[in-house]
């Protein structure tokens, strides 16, 4: 059934006042969202505290409710990763390396960022670089097809750099997320001033 976007519109409008729960769940919305536009104003340190714990409870609430959905939510996420990794596309491929163009700009207009995290973004975005630009002179050499998968995946150089590719980043995202978890218990728990590395 194909609904074009005012008809859907339409549907949840009717959804969100056809019943008295339903305009609760809106006004606590409503509510939860002034809380957060208010809350930039005053900067309060108890309201994102108090609402970060409502809502990891509301997600413990629903995995537990819910498990076997949970469980089968995991395993797809699980399943499309593994077959990504293994089976890679080239749209994905793309906006990776689009991505990482922005990390590098974002980088070169940095302020706030270490030295150390900078060289260590310009390193994984240069070598992914390197890598898009031998895909693609890859792809022109042999005057392959960049949609036809096939193709691409009978091509062992090719789906050797788009794997590559996908670790480089993987390991620029996982260390990326571990210095800033690092800065931010740093700034929470020290009392001197603490230098960005």
Do not use: H
């Not at 409502?54 to 959905?69: A, D, E, K, N, T």
């Not at 990482?100 to 070598?127: A, L, P, Q």
């Not at 898009?132 to 091509?155: E, H, R, T």
């Amino acid at each position: 059934m194909e609904l074009g976007l005012f008809s859907k519109m339409k549907i949840i409008l009717q959804m969100l006042f056809s019943s008295f729960m339903s305009i609760e769940l809106v006004l606590f919305f409503l509510l939860f969202l002034l809380l957060l536009i208010f809350n930039i104003k005053i900067k309060n340190k108890i309201v994102p505290i108090v609402l970060s714990v409502f809502s990891i409870v509301g997600i413990l609430s629903f995995v537990l409710y819910f498990p076997s959905y949970t469980l089968t939510c995991i395993d797809s996420f699980i399943m499309k990763v593994m077959d990504y990794y293994y089976f890679p596309s080239t749209v994905v491929y793309f906006f990776i390396v689009v991505f990482m163009i922005i990390v590098c700009i974002f980088t070169m207009f940095s302020r706030n960022m270490g030295n150390i995290k900078k060289g260590f973004n310009y390193c994984c975005s240069t070598f992914v670089f390197l890598l898009f630009s031998m895909f693609i002179s890859l792809i022109i050499q042999g005057s392959l097809d960049m949609a036809d998968p096939v193709a691409l995946y009978q091509n062992k150089q090719i789906l050797s750099i788009v794997q590559l590719s996908n670790l480089v980043v993987l390991f620029w995202f996982i260390v990326s997320f571990f210095y800033n978890l690092y800065l931010f218990f740093r700034r929470k728990f020290d009392n001197k001033k603490v230098e960005i590395i």
